[in-house]
């Protein structure tokens, strides 16, 4: 169930990094995946990012994105955890320089939605079940008519979901 634009089955997290939505419906879910360190997925330094509490000297590649600020709506982690940094009427910063059928900026009217993986690993079975679950709810409240990658609305900058993203999974595409 969706409530105060919070999805009240997900850990609530909040991240500085939002503001608001510009006066658009949103009408688009941008499918993403990150792994912190690259192909590292038993920590919490997701969270740690998405909230610019984030060591960087934790690993060598965290020095690399210590000036990023950046954000998601939802996280579904390996083992179908769900946390929510941003409300989904607020603006998350998660598709970065953008374009969809013409419209720039997809944040603005957009949700974002973080699969713990990366482009060379494949997803597990229960972060299909929960995407699945999350958009059908997304869908009755928001009017969603596009569930895209980050690599199809920023094709130049991005690869992510990547090929081991099985879009057949997703049974609420449209």
């Known amino acids: 169930m969706i409530n105060s634009h919070r999805l009240e089955s997900a850990k609530q997290i909040s991240s500085p990094n939002f503001n608001k939505r510009p006066n658009q419906a949103i009408s688009l879910i941008v499918i993403h995946n990150i792994s912190l360190p690259p192909g590292k997925f038993n920590n919490n330094h997701i969270e740690d990012f998405f909230t610019n509490q984030l060591d960087t000297n934790q ?5 690399t994105i210590k000036d990023l600020k950046v954000s ?7 083992n179908g955890m769900i946390i929510q940094f941003v409300p989904f009427n607020q603006r998350a910063w998660h598709a970065g320089e953008s374009n969809y059928k013409g419209k720039h900026n997809c944040n603005d009217f957009s949700i974002g939605i973080e699969l713990q993986g990366d482009d060379n690993t494949p997803y597990e079975s229960v972060q299909y079940e929960v995407l699945n679950k999350v958009v059908d709810l997304l869908k009755s409240h928001y009017p969603i008519n596009a569930i895209k990658g980050h690599s199809d609305i920023s094709p130049i900058r991005k690869t ?3 090929p081991y993203f ?7 595409i449209t």
């Open 59 to 63: 690993h060598p590649y965290f020095k």
């Open 72 to 78: 998601t709506h939802l996280l579904i982690k390996r």
């Open 160 to 162: 992510d979901p990547g």
């Open 166 to 172: 099985k879009w057949n999974k997703l049974h609420a």
